[in-house]
């Protein structure tokens, strides 16, 4: 005789999801290892199309919400260099994105820099910060672990809608 579980096995599938038509998707991810970190970008359309992005890493470790952050800050970069109007930022990064939602009340240095950081999202539209599951961050998982184990960068060729 088997026990039930004392918790439900709930698997949920997550995969990566469109957005609403004028809305491109921008995944950002960051990874240390080695003493070295990996940041990737990666920005889609609505229909799933790969509009640009790219990779790089640093030879220095660093704390992971710094990480985070940083690349936050450089996808911001890209979606300014892509005059995106309307974005959703996907992290798969909680603490990040907490930080992100809580930014007015946060008195950290880290929350000073994220308040710097929503003085240049004025050029949005809309723009908002989104949790996701790693299953739907992959691509932008991949690339940062790919820069840090080739000692790359790489920034995709833009293509302009």
Do not use: Q
């Not at 952050?69 to 979606?79: H, M, Q, R």
């Not at 820099?113 to 004025?122: A, C, G, P, R």
């Not at 932008?140 to 302009?160: Q, R, S």
């Amino acid at each position: 005789m088997v026990n039930n579980p004392i918790l439900p096995l709930n698997t949920v599938l997550k995969k990566w999801e469109k957005s609403p038509n004028d809305t491109m998707k921008i995944n950002f991810d960051a990874t240390v290892m080695n003493k070295k970190t990996g940041f990737g970008v990666i920005v889609r359309d609505s229909d799933g199309f790969v509009t640009g992005g790219g990779y790089d890493f640093k030879d220095e470790k660093m704390l992971v919400d710094w990480a985070e952050l940083y690349t936050f800050e450089e996808s911001l970069k890209v979606a300014r260099s892509l005059s995106i109007a309307n974005a959703i930022f996907e992290t798969n990064c909680v603490s990040l994105t907490n930080m992100i939602k809580k930014h007015r009340k946060d008195i950290t240095t880290m929350g000073h820099h994220i308040n710097d950081l929503f003085k240049t999202m004025d050029m949005f539209n809309n723009a908002v910060v989104k949790w996701v599951s790693r299953n739907c961050n992959k691509v932008a998982d991949f690339m940062c672990k790919y820069a840090i184990t080739k000692n790359c960068n790489l920034v995709l060729v833009w293509i302009t809608l």
